[in-house]
């Protein structure tokens, strides 16, 4: 799994992969699978029919690793308008970003301004909301921009602006890494962790990792009694640990609307609708934009048998 995986990371990496894929018509099929529009209208839109199932969202304009600089402030102009927007139809809704989409490669501080423009942007807009809390979520990436994420996460955090993180549970670093920061932040969103990083620093196998989410889930649950603002968000598509985790919540008198779930658009969408539909709180990460390759292909990586969406596509 490591090397399919391994395999389908760098095919998301080549330029020229990217550049056909992108320029292919054909490939929209596969695109339409894991992106749920192209431009901030279609995707307030998209929000408001998962509102309507009583499902929320997580914005994500799409890139990955961006060095160029247009790119980077296209990025944070596309997010601020779509938090104005939302601000506006005051949707519980949130944005995710990458570090690495807000000038990371460039420089910590560049990367630091842009994160907090957005973070001021979504306090400023969303002070009167009823609905929800509003905060700038940081996906985590690869294990190089680790230190540099939990720093700007805490740099954001120590000025007051609504910030939340991600950590993987795959890393051995993350339970020492969410004890630091849990008191700081409105929010953590833990994941497995989609990076095949090296076994030096990290959990390879599939039930090791399992068992530490599983572990590192219970930790934050117990969070929950010591901030009373804290909100753990367990995102995975794994429905026995969500059992789980549910089942540690009911035992634990923990209600269900102070812990959320989050999946990835186009991944297990009955699972999604059956824990909304049992008022159990259910965010979807949703991706915009035209750079959809890397992170549709990710998606294959994740799961071998998505690989149809991709082959449907080119050979149409
Ligand atoms: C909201 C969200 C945000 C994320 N942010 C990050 C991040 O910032 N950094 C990071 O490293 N990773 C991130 N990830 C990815 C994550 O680390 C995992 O790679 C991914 O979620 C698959 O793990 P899983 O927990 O679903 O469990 P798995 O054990 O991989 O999957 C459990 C079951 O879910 C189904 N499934 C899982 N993935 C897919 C898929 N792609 N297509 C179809 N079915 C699938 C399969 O039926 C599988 O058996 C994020 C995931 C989500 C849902």
């Known amino acids: 799994m490591r090397f399919w995986q391994k395999g389908m990371i ?24 894991f992106v749920g529009a192209r431009d901030e209208d279609q995707v307030i839109k998209k929000s408001e029919q998962l509102i309507k199932k009583g499902i929320r969202v997580s914005f994500f304009h799409l890139g990955e690793y961006v060095k160029n600089k247009k790119k980077i402030l296209k990025t944070i102009h596309s997010l601020s308008c779509l938090i104005k927007s939302v601000g506006q139809t005051d949707l ?7 570090p690495t989409q807000a000038g990371l490669l460039h420089s910590f501080s560049s990367c630091r301004d842009n994160l907090m423009k957005l973070a001021r942007t979504i306090k400023e807009k969303t002070a009167d909301s009823l609905n929800g809390e509003h905060f700038l979520m940081l996906d985590m990436e690869d294990a190089s921009v680790t230190d ?11 000025c007051g602006l609504p910030v ?20 700081q932040v409105k929010a953590i969103r833990l994941v497995k962790g989609a ?20 572990c590192i889930a219970k930790r934050m649950m117990d969070n929950i009694e010591l ?14 640990l969500i059992g789980l985790i549910n089942a540690y919540a009911a035992k634990n008198d923990i209600p269900k609307d102070r812990y959320e779930f989050e999946m990835l658009y186009g991944v297990r969408t009955k699972l999604q609708g059956t824990l ?33 969406f991709l082959l449907k596509s080119v050979l149409r």
């Open 92 to 98: 519980d809704n949130q944005i995710s970003i990458d």
């Open 148 to 158: 540099d994420t939990i720093s700007l996460c805490a740099c954001l955090a120590d």
């Open 276 to 308: 909304a539909q049992n008022n159990f709180k259910i965010r979807v990460y949703l991706p915009y934009g035209k750079d959809f390759w890397p992170y549709a292909v990710r998606r294959v990586g994740e799961n071998p048998k998505n690989i149809k």
């Open 164 to 183: 939340a993180i991600t950590f993987q549970a795959c890393l051995f670093r993350t339970p020492l890494d969410i004890d630091l920061l849990s008191g």
């Open 195 to 214: 990076f095949a990083e090296s076994s030096d620093i990290c959990l390879t196998r599939k039930n090791e990792i399992d068992q530490q989410y599983l």
């Open 227 to 240: 901030n009373h603002n804290f909100c753990p968000v367990f995102a995975t598509h794994d429905d026995r």
């Open 10 to 33: 760098n095919l998301a990496l080549n330029p020229k992969v990217k550049f056909f894929m992108q320029t292919n018509r054909s490939a929209s099929v596969f695109a339409r699978q």
